[in-house]
């Protein structure tokens, strides 16, 4: 989950507390969390904030490119048009399936004995 808050300014992106470029230290989480930036062209005009919690890295990253696609549409409405074609604003449906009664876990069964 990832909180994100915007407001015109140097360009200055920190996540919890720490620069941005220290929280992530791979270069994929790096341009994958600031791609609607990137493709807005709006990289660079202003100051984020972002507050990430639960998940890894690369979860992490995903989440902030929501919420950063999600702040830009609210900021400028024909952002959106840019972004749409491109899965910005697309939420991933998946989630975990639950354990079933019966069952070690959502899928896996008890070893079966015949004797």
Known sequence: M???????????????????????????WKVHAI????VTKYIGKFDVRII???GGHTGQSGAIRMGLA??????????RVIMKPLKLLT?????VERKKPGQ???RKKYQWVKR
Do not use: C, H, S
């Open 91 to 95: 939420r991933d449906m998946r989630k």
């Open 35 to 38: 791609e609607p930036l990137v």
């Open 2 to 28: 990832a909180q994100v808050w915007i407001k015109e300014g140097t360009g200055k992106i920190t996540v919890n507390n720490r620069p941005f470029e220290d929280y992530f230290t791979m270069d994929y």
């Open 52 to 54: 990430a919690t639960g």
């Open 70 to 79: 999600r702040a830009l549409q609210n900021w400028d409405p024909t952002t």
């Open 104 to 106: 070690k876990k959502a």
